[in-house]
């Protein structure tokens, strides 16, 4: 992978930066992944199969079911980040691929075009 390696050129990497839709991505190729990068994404896809093998359902806090509880406090703490707008655009964008989330992160729902969730 040249990018991931440093030998892209930058103009390749302009060029690539002008095609419509790659800019954000280019844009995350850049930022260096870091571990806490990689535990936020797979936390997001634990929690989006968790939703989705449960029916459309949020896991809850209170659950006896360790995973499911774990689950919720993650949600808790992205939730309290969203409601001081301290979440990265990345993060954001990959939480809200996780069906029930959009209401869950946003502090006016009519920014998300609905009235309640």
Not at 26 to 34: D, F, N, Q
Not at 54 to 72: V, Y
Request: glycine share 6%; proline share 4%.
């Amino acid at each position: 992978d040249l990018f991931a390696h440093g030998k892209l050129p930058t103009e390749h990497r302009h060029r690539l930066s002008a095609v419509p839709g790659m800019n954000e991505r280019v844009k995350k190729w850049e930022r260096k992944v870091t571990p806490k990068d990689k535990r936020f994404e797979e936390s997001v896809k634990t929690l989006k199969d968790w939703v989705l093998s449960s029916g459309g359902c949020l896991p809850k806090q209170g659950s006896k079911n360790l995973a499911e509880a774990s689950l919720a406090q993650f949600v808790n703490r992205q939730q309290a980040l969203a409601s001081r707008d301290a979440l990265h655009e990345s993060s954001l964008a990959s939480l809200l691929e996780v069906p029930g989330l959009e209401c869950r992160l946003s502090k006016k729902r009519k920014r998300w075009g609905q009235e309640s969730c």
